[in-house]
């Protein structure tokens, strides 16, 4: 099979060339997370984003500080 023949070829010979390099699809997603990530913020907004973060596991800890009391109190009104 020759070069001439290939219909790959020919179809990759016609897709546009005009796309970004590999290293700036990369480069340019990777530039705009770090300026996002030390961009001057208020302090209200750092703790209010830090409030969100720490709620989840401080409810989570309350759901198993709730769940475990429960328990205990189950098992120790089984026993006597």
Do not use: C
């Amino acid at each position: 099979m020759t070069n001439d023949d290939d219909d790959l070829l020919r179809a990759l010979g016609r897709l546009p060339r005009d796309v970004a390099p590999p290293d700036r699809l990369v480069r340019d997603p990777a530039r705009a997370a770090f300026v996002r990530a030390f961009q001057k913020t208020s302090p209200l907004e750092r703790f209010l984003h830090t409030g969100a973060r720490a709620s989840v596991p401080v409810v989570l800890a309350g759901v198993v500080g709730l769940y475990l009391f429960w328990a205990f109190a189950a098992a120790i009104a089984v026993v006597q």
